[in-house]
Structure formats: structure tokens, C-alpha cells
């Protein structure tokens, strides 16, 4: 028995009628009621598939251990042990411990962040309940519920199609089969393979075009894909292009490690300076030393950090290379509708063939009052607004619902303000619904851009109600219905001329317009609406923009990123939005028709100077990616309908919508919006430009401090010198600061400046000759401090023991002087909020301070790494080795910064006089 035929009495649901799936699912066209709705939650569970097995503590604990840098210095543990070196081995161990600790339990705040990513991303379900169209999220579907599907919508359950109207859904996921199948309400025989169950909608499957409507037959694990739930449930592992190139460095540097270490005790061998046992404990602490084991961990946790702070501010990452992209973006597509705006349409104005009506009220409440001019009038007194609220209210597929005495739409935004609209001219909506019922649609598409419904009132009567743009209107249109109510020749210029006044306040417009039709007639095709039509009239809508969109744009353009709106709207309401967000180059609008008329070349350069696109198709939009892309920019692209999914797919970062948004769009996209607001975007950016500098923080820590420790072992080898640092000792450094240090970066927050500095260049490699440079010039300052303080100890007489002590101290001094540095890179660091930094600096500052403390002057300890007390004012000597280090690499910054924005300069000067 198939898995769909389980959960609702055995029926073959792809053999019985659509009468019969009523009986026996127990529902009815207005659904279950919300009793029988929790009674079947309970007896059949959530709709979701089990969760994916995962791997048991232990084994994840055990994996920590996989990697090349920790193989080497279990090597070096098993060597010093098989000398006889005990504390060196226990020191080591607990470097390799605290690294696996560290990086077992982030891995496990990894698997709950996704975890919880996948559950906001949960697909919802429009459902009928007791009669109302209501949102539920997918999971709460229980057989027996009526779903609603519309071009876009994921299928959240195996359905019993009851109806369905110029239906496909693309069932690759089941069958392999690319061409999307179409869809009817026939049962079909009982042998039929999944793939020919054109009755059927199955759960995971995508629609992508028109609408129709299902009983859901089976949920969660006794669903079609339920069987094959495998295909779902791998989890997406915690990686990125940076990370893995990180672990071929780390490769790479272990090579050349260990071939340093080789040649080392060769020439140690031959040299015969000191005794190959303590020559070969040396080289140990060196490799200890220049392997960086803790970066891997802590670039994890720096990305880790990046997709919960992005997630806090409403963007979902779904693909994690997504966070280091943002980083590089330099032009960012939009959409304007619930993004740039509030996505909550209001009518505003009401254009008749004779005046033109304001309109108000609030919102999506259907209550509201009509103005000619100055004077309040009822609608009754013109014949044709009844007309044109019944097209608007029939000529609809959303529902008003009030929640806590808010209104809300459930459905298109737009089509619930035409509700509101009907309301507010006195039309009772679910009334006029139930009194005109409609027996055929014609869905609305970009393609043809209006929408039809064919209804039957109760006296046999029978209309065709058209709403569109109004171009799309006009042209479909002959005659236009006048102020008495009687018909008229079509003055198309007339509503142009009104439709563009509107179009230059912003407003959006659509168009209605009807048709009689014969009682017989039940099936609406095409040809029945093309040239045969009577204009009623129009509405102007407005969608105001969001105030934290215009602040939001004017950051994007003070950190050099181009933003460029991409609308199906009017050429003017586009252009007037613009100008109220701030867009540059407003004077200028390109429609889908001026790019379809323009070849490669110009296209590239039309998308480079213009920022407002009107009347575009979803196919426009992949076109402009891949212009500005052969333009040399980094492209974010927003998107929502299932014909987006290409251009997401195309853009470097591609951000669907999470509310308005289609599960195809979502799927395709690297980050969803929980909010569908632009300023999300900006903030997203932010983010991705803080994690990236957090990483190169952390390497740029990292390298350098590592290499400097490094060198002052090597230089003592090569010249045969006394080591200034015992290998425990360096061990000690490496336990105490790689996972105290280090880790405080992953938490650093924006700089200042992140969003006043150009974006950089998505080619730029994070090992850049600038980090090479700062690695050079801090491993000799480096050298030149733990050398200059031994040197000073030695000069003054004081023990080898002493002297050590004062240079291993100053080894971590320098380091924590150098975390301040690296902590405003791209800033000045002599200010009172650098200075003051983070609670977590703070935090590992004082911690690394009190090991340092304990290990110079606990005597237990200081048997242990062969410390002695350091006088206090030898303490401050070592304190101002840092600060000598903190005040010339300050220096160097500030000189090198400089020149940088005088070489910058010219270059952006040249891009400003290119975009004007």
C-alpha cells in the first residue's frame, strides 16, 4: 500500500472522486472545524518528516581530533612523553584538549542554530477552516484540511486535489521528471505511477503556475516523500569556501613546519651546540608554537556568531558562504512592494470615466469615507462605484481577517486592500462573495498582467470581471461605463492622462473593467476577455515607504554600495518612490521594454548609470545581474516569485522574502528575509562585513603572533643562544592565549567605519600582501622585545630563571597589547571606546593576566614552568615592551591608512564623474 493511502482510512485518494474524498476524509469545502482540526493533531502528530540521525556525543567529541595540526602535536606529546619530558606532554595534551573542547561545543550551538534556521524557515499553509481562510504554519496541517495553492507555494502535504485551474508542479523531487506536470480533479486508475497521479499534489513538491485547491491525505512520515526522506534530511554542514581554504593553509603551513623542524635538528645534529635531547625539545616547542591549532575553532565560531547575529536581525542564512559574499557587495537589486515599502496598500484615489474620488481610512480596515473635492458623499450617489467594488471584492483571491481589532490580509496585500476598499464604499464582501459565486478564473501572470473571474448570481445572471494595469486594461477594453450608468465610447486619453497624474503621486494603479456573459457558460478562456470589455474605472493605491528603508538606503550609499530598484510598477510611481527613499538618478527609469530593445553592451551600461526599473518581468531581472556582474560589481538581488529563482540563483548573494516570498524563490536563495525589509539587507551587509573583519582579525592576530613566537626559538637554534623561552613555556603561551585571545575577535563588534569604506573587491585574497607585511614587521618586534628583555635581565645580573620569566611574560603582554591593535584595523585604536573595548576582551584579558600571575609567582607553579617573582619595576619594563609594540605598529597603521585614501581618492573621484 502506497505511503499516501495509509493515513486516512486505506482510500486510493488518485482513484475515488472529489465527492468521495469529501466523505471519506470527513470535511467539506469549508474545511475542518478547529475542533476536529485539534482532534486530528492529536491523533496523527505534527506534518513534519523525523529528524535526521545524528552522530552521538562521543563520536563528535573524538572528531575533534581530526585534523592535521592536532595530529602533529599528538606526535610531538608521544615524543616528549617517550623522553621523559612529562610536564611538556601534559601541557601539550591540554592544548589539545581544550581545542577539541572548545570546538565539541560550538559544533553543538552550530547544530541548534541550524536547527533552529530550518524551523523559521518552515513553509506556512493557507487553509480553509470553519469556512475562513486562515495562515497556519505547515506543520500544523492534520488530514482532512482543505489547502489553498498558488503559483510559488511549496505543497505542505500530500493533497486530493478538489479543484484546480491552469495547474503544474514541478515533481522532480518524487520522479526525476523535469517538465513540471499539470494538474486536474480527475481520479485516475489504480496502478497509475506517482508521476501520472494528475490528481494528486504531493508534499515537498513546488507550483509553479496557477492555482488550485486539496484535501490533505497524509502528513509528516506517511506522506510520498516520506519515503524518501533521506533526500531531506541531510543537515547543511558548517562550512565555507574561507574555511576550507583555511584548512589547506593549515596543511600547507604543517608541511612547512615540519620541514623547519627536520632541518633544525639536522643542524642541530651536525652543530653539536647543546645536547640533541634538549635541541629536540626546542624544536618541539617551536612547532608548538608556529601550528596555529586554535584558528580553525575559532573561525567557526566567528561564522557561528555572524549567522545568530544576522538571525537576530530578521536575515535567515541558509548557505554560509552567503555571510563572507555580503562582505564584497557593491550594488544591491530590490524590489520595491513590502521591501523599500510597508507592504500595506491602501486606495487612495478612485478614477471614474467623469471625477476622481479621494479615499480614507486606515489601513486595511474596511470602514473609511469618500471625498469629491472637498465634500464627504455616499457611494450611492454614482452608480458605477457599486459596480467597480464588486469587481474589486469578486476579482479577488485574499480574505480580511480581524485579529485583536487589527485587521490583516490573508493573501496578496494588494487584493486586500481592494476588500478594504469594497468595505469602504459600503459593499459587505462575504456577502457579495457568497451572492456571485465564481465558477472559473483566470489567474493573474506577469505574463499577460490581469487577472479574470467568471461568477453567477442567484437571478442566473453571469459576469466577467477583469482587473489589470491599466495599459494591459485599456488595450482589452471598448466602450467605458459613465457617470449615469450608461455605456460610452472609450476615451483612452483621457485615463492616461489621469492614470499618469496618479502614477506621478506615487500611486499604484489597476484597472477594472467587466462583461456580461451567457447563464451557460461555466469554463473562462482567454479569447472570452481580449477586446470585448467595459471599462468601470481605476484605483490609486499608495505603500509607503518604510522610515528605516530611507535610512537604510543612505548608509548603502555612504559605504559605496549602489542600490537599484527593480519594480513592475508604473515608470512614474517607480521614479516617485524613488525620490521619497533617496534613490540617485531618479531622472532616470528604464521599463522592461526599453531594456528587451537594448543588445549586451548597452544593457551593461544602462544598468550601471540608471537605479529605477519599472514594468520589468522576472526574466529582466536576470538580465541586469549578469550585467553588472560583466560590469565588475558584487550583486545582491531580491526576489520573491518562482520565476526570481534564476536570477537569485545568478546573483553573488541572492535574498528572497520571507513572509511575501514563494518556497521556490527561497530554496534558490542564500538568505531569506523574516521581515521583507530593505533596511534587514543593510543590516545584513553590516553583518557581513563585521564577520569577515572578525576573521581577518583573528588571522591577522593570529599569523603574526604565532610566526614572532616562532622566530625567537629558531634565532637561538641558529646561533646557538640560550633559549629566552623554555618549550613548556611556549607550550604554557599557546594553552593560555590561542583559546582566550584569539576567541574575544569572534565577538568584536562593528567598527565605526565598516559602513563608510568601499566595499572590497570579491577577488581580494584574505593572506593579501598587507597581512604578509604586518606578519613580518610584527615577528620581528616580536624578536627584537623577548631578545631586548632577556638581554636586559641578563646585563643586569639576574638568573637565566629571571630573565625567562621576564621574557615569557612579555610574550603574552605583547600578544594582549597586539589584540588590542588588531581589535580596529581599519580605525584609529587611541580612542576611549577601543580603549574601553568589549565585556569578552575584558573578560580573557583578566583571565590571561591571572594565569600570568599565578605561573610567575604561585610557587607550585613556578616549579612547574621553572619561573621565579619578578620585581615590580622589572614588571613595568615589561609592561612597556607592549606598549612600545602597541605605539609602532599604531603608527605604521595610521601612515599606511593615509596613503591609502590619498591612492583612493583619484579612483573615486573618476567613479563619480563615470556614474554621474
Not at 524590489?335 to 507592504?343: P, Q, V
Not at 499608495?542 to 530598484?565: F, L, N, Q, S, Y
Not at 613566537?709 to 623561552?725: K, Q, R, S, W
Request: hydrophobic share 50%; glycine share 8%; charged share 15%.
Amino acid at each position: 500500500m502506497d505511503m499516501t493511502n495509509q493515513q486516512l482510512g486505506g482510500a486510493s485518494w488518485h482513484t475515488v472522486s472529489v465527492d468521495s474524498t469529501f466523505e471519506q476524509a470527513q470535511t467539506s469545502m469549508s474545511g475542518l472545524s478547529h475542533a476536529q482540526a485539534r482532534a486530528q493533531f492529536e491523533k496523527h502528530g505534527a506534518n513534519r518528516l523525523p529528524a535526521a540521525a545524528k552522530r552521538s556525543a562521543a563520536i563528535r567529541f573524538l572528531l575533534q581530533f581530526h585534523n592535521i595540526l592536532i595530529y602533529v602535536l599528538l606526535g610531538c606529546a608521544v615524543a616528549t612523553a617517550a623522553l621523559g619530558h612529562w610536564v611538556d606532554t601534559g601541557v601539550i595534551l591540554l592544548v589539545v584538549l581544550a581545542n577539541a573542547t572548545i570546538g565539541f561545543i560550538q559544533e553543538g550551538k552550530a547544530e541548534k542554530a541550524m536547527d533552529a534556521i530550518r524551523h523559521m524557515l518552515a513553509p506556512q499553509a493557507n487553509v480553509i477552516r470553519s469556512g475562513e481562510r486562515i495562515s497556519i504554519p505547515g506543520e500544523n496541517l492534520v488530514p482532512g484540511d482543505v489547502v489553498l495553492l498558488e503559483a510559488g507555494d511549496k505543497v505542505p502535504a500530500d493533497l486530493r486535489l478538489i479543484s484546480a485551474y491552469g495547474m503544474t508542479v514541478q515533481e522532480a523531487i518524487l520522479t526525476g521528471e523535469s517538465v513540471p506536470v499539470e494538474k486536474n480533479t480527475q481520479p485516475v486508475a489504480s496502478a497509475a505511477p506517482v508521476g501520472e497521479r494528475s490528481c494528486m499534489a504531493f508534499s515537498g513538491t513546488l507550483v509553479t503556475s496557477g492555482q488550485g485547491r486539496g484535501v490533505v491525505v497524509a502528513t509528516g512520515s506517511q506522506t510520498e516523500i516520506g519515503r524518501i526522506s533521506g533526500l531531506l534530511s541531510q543537515v547543511e554542514t558548517l562550512t565555507t569556501p574561507l574555511v576550507t581554504q583555511m584548512g589547506v593553509f593549515a596543511k600547507w603551513l604543517t608541511v612547512l613546519i615540519l620541514l623547519i623542524a627536520a632541518l633544525l635538528l639536522v643542524y642541530g645534529y651536525v652543530t653539536g651546540h647543546r645536547d640533541i635531547s634538549d635541541f629536540f625539545m626546542a624544536v618541539v616547542g617551536l612547532s608548538v608554537a608556529a601550528i596555529p591549532e586554535g584558528l580553525p575553532a575559532v573561525m567557526t565560531i566567528t561564522l557561528a556568531t555572524g549567522v545568530s547575529s544576522m538571525a537576530r536581525r530578521n536575515a535567515i542564512v541558509r548557505r554560509l558562504p552567503a555571510i563572507e559574499t555580503l562582505g564584497s557587495v557593491s550594488v544591491i537589486c530590490t524590489d520595491k512592494t513590502g521591501t523599500l515599502t510597508r507592504n500595506e496598500m491602501m486606495v487612495v484615489s478612485v478614477l471614474t470615466s467623469r471625477d476622481t474620488f479621494t479615499l480614507q481610512g486606515m489601513g486595511y480596515e474596511p470602514n473609511g469615507s469618500l471625498k469629491l473635492g472637498d465634500a464627504r458623499i455616499a457611494p450611492a450617489e454614482h452608480v458605477v462605484l457599486e459596480e467597480l467594488a464588486r469587481a474589486a471584492a469578486l476579482c479577488n483571491d485574499a480574505a480580511l481577517v480581524e485579529k485583536d481589532a487589527f485587521w490583516q490580509v490573508e493573501g496578496d496585500p494588494m487584493e486586500g486592500a481592494l476588500l478594504a476598499f469594497a468595505g469602504k464604499l459600503g459593499m459587505d464582501t462575504r456577502q457579495e462573495s457568497l451572492t456571485w459565486a465564481r465558477t472559473d478564473v483566470i489567474p493573474f501572470d506577469a505574463r499577460h498582467r490581469f487577472m479574470a473571474t467568471l461568477n453567477h448570481d442567484h437571478n442566473g445572471n453571469a459576469t466577467v470581471f477583469v482587473k489589470g494595469a491599466p495599459e494591459q486594461i485599456l488595450s482589452m477594453c471598448r466602450q467605458q461605463r459613465g457617470a449615469d450608468g450608461h455605456l460610452e465610447a472609450l476615451d483612452a486619453t483621457y485615463w492616461t492622462a489621469k492614470a499618469e497624474m496618479l502614477a506621478c503621486m506615487g500611486q499604484r494603479l489597476l484597472a477594472f473593467a467587466a462583461k456580461p456573459a451567457e447563464p451557460q457558460h461555466t469554463v473562462l478562456e482567454h479569447g472570452a476577455v481580449q477586446d470585448s470589455l467595459v471599462l468601470l474605472g481605476m484605483v490609486g493605491m499608495i505603500d509607503p515607504p518604510r522610515a528605516e528603508a530611507i535610512t537604510a538606503v543612505a548608509e548603502c550609499h555612504g559605504a559605496g554600495i549602489r542600490v537599484k530598484m527593480i519594480t513592475g510598477d508604473h515608470a512614474m510611481t517607480a521614479a516617485a518612490i524613488g525620490r521619497q527613499i533617496g534613490l540617485q538618478n531618479t531622472d532616470i527609469v528604464l521599463t522592461g521594454t526599453d531594456l528587451d530593445g537594448m543588445d549586451d553592451a548597452a544593457l551593461q551600461a544602462a544598468a550601471f548609470k540608471c537605479d529605477i526599473f519599472a514594468r520589468t518581468s522576472p526574466e529582466h531581472k536576470l538580465r541586469l545581474v549578469m550585467a553588472l556582474q560583466a560590469k565588475g560589481m558584487t550583486v545582491a538581488m531580491t526576489g520573491d516569485g518562482v520565476n526570481d529563482a534564476p536570477a537569485l540563483k545568478r546573483a553573488d548573494a541572492g535574498i528572497a522574502m520571507g513572509k511575501k516570498g514563494s518556497e521556490a524563490a527561497k530554496e534558490a536563495a542564500e538568505l531569506v528575509l523574516a521581515d521583507d525589509n530593505f533596511a534587514s539587507i543593510v543590516a545584513a551587509v553590516r553583518e557581513g562585513r563585521t564577520v569577515y573583519d572578525n576573521i581577518k582579525k583573528v588571522i591577522s592576530w593570529t599569523l603574526p603572533t604565532n610566526a614572532g613566537e616562532a622566530m625567537t626559538i629558531i634565532v637561538a637554534l641558529l646561533f646557538g643562544m640560550t633559549l629566552p623561552v623554555t618549550p613548556v613555556q611556549i607550550l604554557w603561551i599557546n594553552l593560555i592565549t590561542a583559546i582566550t585571545l584569539g576567541i574575544a575577535l569572534a565577538f568584536e563588534p562593528t567598527e565605526e567605519n565598516t559602513m563608510r569604506r568601499p566595499p572590497r573587491a570579491r577577488n581580494e585574497p584574505l593572506l593579501s600582501a598587507a597581512l604578509v607585511w604586518h606578519m613580518v614587521l610584527v615577528s620581528v618586534l616580536f624578536l627584537c622585545g623577548v631578545y631586548g628583555i632577556y638581554s636586559y635581565a641578563i646585563n643586569r645580573g639576574y638568573s637565566v630563571e629571571l630573565a625567562r620569566t621576564m621574557a615569557v611574560n612579555t610574550l603574552v603582554v605583547m600578544e594582549i597589547f597586539h589584540l588590542f591593535f588588531i581589535r580596529n584595523i581599519y580605525g584609529t585604536s587611541l580612542t576611549w571606546k577601543a580603549v574601553r573595548g568589549t565585556k569578552v576582551v575584558w573578560i580573557v584579558v583578566a583571565i590571561v593576566t591571572a594565569a600570568q600571575l599565578c605561573i610567575t609567582y604561585v610557587p607550585p607553579l613556578q616549579s612547574v614552568f621553572d619561573t621565579v617573582s619578578i620585581p615590580f619595576l622589572d614588571g613595568v619594563w615589561v609592561v612597556g615592551t607592549g606598549v612600545a609594540l602597541f605605539a609602532i605598529i599604531e603608527v605604521e597603521k595610521q601612515i599606511r591608512l593615509r596613503l591609502q585614501a590619498i591612492n583612493r581618492a583619484p579612483e573615486a573621484q573618476s567613479e563619480l564623474m563615470e556614474t554621474s
